[in-house]
């Protein structure tokens, strides 16, 4: 199983971007999984945001045009560059793994996934 340390979280003013890191490691053929970012704002239901699948984008209609995903293999590490942040996108945000090949489930559900990182709070003010 994948383990998965986040990093780039903070507080930044409305309009302006953060970049989130994930490393990942103690993994086999990475590069193959399926990686992925959520986020959970206080009081609220955990949501997708965006993941990649084997070369396939998938984002949320709340951050598209906004927010990219993107992996750098070489060095097991996915990001996601967040773009003119709103304050509706504080939360912790979380990135996850789960496997590429053999998985059924939908990149935006959680049950794509069975590696979980330990969140990273971003705080976006107005």
């Known amino acids: 199983q994948v383990q998965l340390a986040e990093s780039g979280g903070g507080l930044v003013q409305a309009g302006g971007s953060l970049r989130l890191s994930c490393a990942a490691s103690?993994?086999?053929?990475?590069?193959?999984?399926?990686m992925g970012w959520f986020r959970q704002a206080a009081g609220q239901e955990r949501e997708f945001v965006a993941a990649?699948?084997?070369?396939?984008?998938y984002y949320a209609d709340s951050v598209k045009g906004r927010f990219a995903i993107s992996r750098d293999n070489a060095k097991s590490t996915f990001y996601l560059q967040m773009n003119s942040l709103k304050p509706e996108d504080t939360a912790v945000y979380y990135c996850?793994?789960?496997?590429?090949?053999?998985?059924?489930?939908?990149?935006?559900?959680?049950?794509?996934?069975?590696?979980w990182g330990q969140g990273t709070q971003v705080t976006v003010s107005s």
């Open positions: 996850a793994a789960g496997p590429g090949i053999g998985n059924a489930h939908n990149p935006v559900s959680g049950r794509a996934y069975n590696s």
């Open positions: 103690g993994g086999t053929f990475i590069n193959m999984y399926t």
């Open positions: 990649i699948r084997r070369g396939n984008l």
